[in-house]
């Protein structure tokens, strides 16, 4: 299991943008699948978004497709998740993971982080 740790999150208003850093000092970075998920107070989980190990392929979840965009940066062992046009049912902790494969659920994704908080008002 890779050591990942987010960032990057906060509060803002609806409308606003956010974005958010998952980085990690494993020397194979590059090997894992990354993706994010949030979780809400009280609510399960849900996935957000997967990329692929170079970044040329990402899955979306539809409530975030065409505000959301995740991207990596291998050579700095980061990836990152762009918010846009963020609404107050975005608000919950949002962590990253590894997963061996492609995948557009949480399966196959191994434990996930503390996370960072987001937060938006109306």
């Known amino acids: 299991q890779v050591q990942l740790a987010e960032s990057g999150g906060g509060l803002v208003q609806a409308g606003d943008s956010l974005r958010l850093s998952c980085a990690s000092s494993?020397?194979?970075?590059?090997?894992?699948?990354l993706g994010w998920s949030r979780q809400a107070p009280g609510k399960e989980r849900e996935f957000v978004a997967v990329i692929s190990f170079n970044g040329d392929w990402t899955y979306y979840a539809e409530s975030v497709k065409g505000r959301f965009t995740i991207s990596r940066d291998n050579a700095k062992k980061t990836m990152y998740l762009q918010m846009n046009s963020l609404t107050p049912e975005d608000t919950a902790v949002y962590s990253c993971?590894?997963?061996?494969?492609?995948?557009?659920?949480?399966?196959?994704?191994?434990?996930w982080g503390q996370g960072t908080q987001v937060t938006v008002s109306s």
């Open positions: 993971a590894t997963s061996p494969r492609l995948t557009r659920s949480l399966d196959g994704f191994a434990s």
């Open positions: 494993a020397q194979s970075f590059h090997n894992y699948v």
